[in-house]
């Protein structure tokens, strides 16, 4: 059984980039120009937040319509 947790936090800003695609090698290629973008804004920095999120099931969903979000916030 997984041990699941509910945190609040403070209400913050949120970067993404968004691939639209089938998920894997341009789900990274998002993240990194994500980070890419982040580090030459001066924000990519100790309270940085990386998360990404797979919008699709790609089991019921087209590999050209999954959807996969690079995100990243500052707390």
């Known amino acids: 059984m997984m041990n699941i947790q509910l945190e609040s936090i403070p209400a913050t800003r949120i970067a993404y980039v968004r691939q639209t695609g089938p998920y894997g090698p341009a789900n ?3 993240m990194e120009q994500l980070k890419g ?7 990519l920095q100790g309270s940085a937040v990386l998360f990404g999120f797979p919008q699709d099931n790609p089991e019921t969903t087209l590999p050209a319509e999954c ?6 916030a500052s707390l």
């Open 28 to 30: 990274v290629q998002a």
């Open 37 to 43: 973008w982040a580090r030459e804004q001066g924000l």
């Open 67 to 72: 959807r996969y979000d690079a995100c990243m």
